[in-house]
Every structure is written in structure tokens, then in C-alpha cells.
């Protein structure tokens, strides 16, 4: 059984920068697959990054080139650097972690992007 405890959301203009971090406990293998999502009010929860098994980055388009998805083995945290943020990146946003069938998700940190 995994737990997940997301961080680092807060405040932010237009145009500043946010890194989230997801702490895991227990061990991050290999194996799993990491995702970020956010669900904005009045939305559906939309995935926004994914790290793959084999390390492969992707991206939802609204957010390519902006947010970078990482993960540190030694720490048991994965990362979004959010960098040129805007007024529509304003939401909860979920850490995931896929182990074999399962999923795990923390309880969600609010970023809110505005002037």
C-alpha cells in the first residue's frame, strides 16, 4: 500500500513558476508509472503528465514545453516543475502512481494562477 502526499501548491501571477512535488512512501520501483492530474472547479480531472516504466516522458498539449514531470528514486518524490503559468492552469492537482493493477493517489494540492 502506497501513500502519496502532494506539495508545493499555492499562489501565483501569470507568468511565474510552481514546482509540486509528490512524496511516495515506501520505495519507488522502476516499474511504476507516474502521472500528474488536476481537476478544475466545475471540470472533469484531466491527466497533465506522464512518466512511463522505460522513463518516457509525455504531456496533455495545453501544458508541453511549460511543465516538466520528474522523479527522484533516492527521495521517493515525484516532481512538476510548472514554469509560464496561466490563468487556466488554476486547479487541484493529483499525483498517481500505477503499481501492476493498482492506483494510488494523494489527496490533491490547490495551485491558483492569477493577477
Known amino acids: 500500500q502506497l501513500q502519496l502526499v502532494e506539495s508545493g501548491g499555492g499562489l501565483v501571477q501569470p507568468g511565474g513558476s510552481l514546482r509540486l512535488s509528490c512524496a511516495v512512501s515506501?520505495?519507488?520501483?522502476?516499474?511504476?508509472?507516474m502521472n500528474w492530474y488536476r481537476q478544475a472547479p466545475g471540470k472533469q480531472r484531466e491527466w497533465v503528465a506522464g512518466?512511463?516504466?522505460?522513463?518516457?516522458?509525455n504531456y496533455a498539449g495545453s501544458v508541453q514545453s511549460r511543465f516538466t514531470i520528474s522523479r527522484d528514486k533516492v527521495k521517493n518524490t515525484v516532481y512538476l516543475q510548472m514554469n509560464s503559468l496561466k490563468v487556466e492552469d488554476t486547479a487541484v492537482y493529483y499525483c498517481?502512481?500505477?503499481?501492476?493493477?493498482?492506483?494510488?493517489w494523494g489527496q490533491g494540492t490547490q495551485v491558483t494562477v492569477s493577477s
Open positions: 515506501g520505495n519507488i520501483f522502476s516499474g511504476d508509472g
Open positions: 498517481n502512481v500505477i503499481r501492476g493493477s493498482r492506483d494510488y
Open positions: 512518466l512511463t516504466t522505460g522513463g518516457t516522458t
